[in-house]
């Protein structure tokens, strides 16, 4: 036993798995600190105009390459060893890229020019993140590069640079000029991460943009088929976490409670990297398996108990301790986010336990179109509950709102998931 243990970590180790599972975790820590940092160099009112800003910027980077990075990792890890080929199909999603995100950030601005928002403030800052989606587009494209070609340590190196620079410089940025400095460090940190993975990481700047030669129309369609599909379920999950905060601004139009709420949101969400670091590890396993019904079942059960222990566990001690937990990382003045904090540590556990494990491993199953659905009826499920509860609930409507909608999402979820790997025995 003992020797199968010292060969599995060998292999572990030999594949980059530590590299990518390590750096994962630094970077959830890092952005935690990040966001304990960030609302002690500004203001309460300041970051309540940001974090709305931002919340809005946020539904537009749904839509950030129309999922063309997501597209390159799977055509290139297709395209196996031959380079030529991924190198004609990664000009073409970086071709792509530009050309989308260059028509977002145009939508952006124009958005933020034409629509006034209800928080004072935050049309002006939304218009000085417009061109985000031009500068942080290589990240992704080049992450994907590198694990399509398995270079899985210097995949964790860009992430993690990435994810300092971003924190640094954004904090530096907001010492000295607030909110529009956050913004600038941003900036500063997309063009330094797009030198290092160029530079130092050797990633490739196709000097002629566009497919050329070997290029077939097949794979644009094969290509863009997969980005949408993936974009779109994608997007909509992520709409689940950011239309509290937009509604709570409309109705609730007060700096100081939407600082409240996204403060309660900081550690919840940044705790979710525990059964998402688990899945990125199990997840090729379930998917080389994936007509093994006995194997995916036994193991199934094995990742699912492991993954509830560690998170009932931490959910206990997190809303148990909510208090001493909110005046240590943020400060007495936020200790209205105690409620909506203990609210979204049991979201968390939802979604833990039952979302992304059957949301991740249905796919392994080829089930993408049940997902899509899924994901838009719970969209809709939880903008209609935020519209319910926030005039009655305020901030604890949103969060109420959230744990519902996730709960029930990750039931349907692992239900069919049950229902696949159990009727095939």
Same mark, same amino acid.
């Given at each position: 036993m003992r020797k199968k243990i010292l060969v599995l970590q060998k292999k572990l180790f030999s594949s980059g798995f530590y590299n990518i599972f390590f750096s994962s975790v630094?970077?959830?820590?890092?952005?935690?600190?990040?966001?304990i940092a960030l609302v002690r160099v500004i203001s309460k009112s300041d970051y309540g105009v940001y974090s709305y800003?931002?919340?809005?910027?946020? *539904?537009?980077?749904?839509? @950030?390459?129309? /999922?063309?990075?997501? %597209?390159? &990792?799977?055509?290139?890890?297709?395209?196996?060893?031959?380079?030529?080929r991924?190198?004609?199909?990664?000009?073409?999603?970086?071709?792509?890229?530009?050309?989308?995100?260059?028509?977002?950030?145009?939508a952006i601005i124009i958005f933020a020019i034409g629509v006034p928002l209800s928080i004072s403030g935050s049309n002006k800052l939304l218009i000085i993140m417009g061109l985000f989606p031009v500068f942080t587009q290589f990240t992704p494209l080049y992450s994907n590069w590198l694990r399509s070609n398995f270079k899985n340590e210097e995949y964790a190196y860009l992430n993690v640079f990435n994810t300092l620079a971003i924190s640094v410089l954004s904090i530096f940025?907001?010492?000295? *000029?607030?909110?529009?400095? @956050?913004?600038? /460090?941003?900036?500063? %940190?997309? &063009?330094?991460?797009?030198?290092?993975?160029?530079f130092i990481l050797k990633c490739p700047f196709p000097h002629v943009l566009g497919p050329k030669g070997l290029f077939r129309q097949n794979d644009f369609k094969y290509i863009v088929s997969i980005g949408m599909t993936l974009c779109i379920t994608e997007a909509v999950i992520q709409i689940i976490a950011l239309i509290g905060v937009s509604i709570l601004g409309i109705y609730v139009p007060n700096n100081e409670t939407i600082a409240a709420y996204k403060t309660a949101t900081v550690l919840p969400t940044a705790l979710a990297f525990i059964s998402n670091a688990v899945l990125i590890y199990v997840y090729p396993y379930f998917a080389k398996n994936n007509k093994d019904y006995k194997w995916t079942r036994k193991y199934y059960i094995y990742t699912l108990i492991g993954?509830?222990?560690?998170?009932?566990?931490?959910?206990?001690?997190?809303i148990g301790l909510s208090r001493p937990i909110i005046i240590l990382l943020f400060s007495e003045q936020y200790l209205d986010s105690i409620k909506p904090f203990s609210i979204l540590m049991i979201s968390f556990l939802c979604n833990s336990v039952l979302r992304i494990p059957?949301?991740?491993l249905i796919i392994t199953q080829r089930k993408l179109k049940f997902n899509f659905i899924v994901s838009i009826i719970g969209a809709?499920?939880?903008?209609v509950l935020?519209?319910?509860?926030?005039?009655?609930?305020?901030?604890d409507g949103a969060a109420y709102a959230q744990l519902f909608s996730t709960f029930g999402i990750g039931i349907v979820c692992t239900c069919y998931y049950l229902w696949i790997i159990w009727r095939n025995k």
């Open positions: 630094l970077n959830k820590i890092v952005n935690f600190a990040y966001g800003a931002n919340n809005i910027y946020s *539904y537009f980077a749904l839509l @950030l390459g129309l /999922g063309i990075s997501s %597209a390159l &990792l799977q055509i290139c890890s297709e395209d196996g060893d031959d380079l030529k991924k190198t004609i199909h990664f000009k073409f999603c970086f071709s792509f890229s530009i050309y989308t995100n260059f028509l977002l950030s145009m940025g907001a010492f000295l *000029y607030g909110s529009i400095g @956050l913004i600038i /460090g941003r900036y500063l %940190a997309a &063009l330094i991460t797009v030198w290092f993975s160029i993954i509830t222990i560690i998170s009932f566990i931490i959910t206990f001690i997190c059957a949301n991740n809709l499920i939880t903008i935020n519209v319910i509860l926030i005039p009655k609930f305020l901030s």
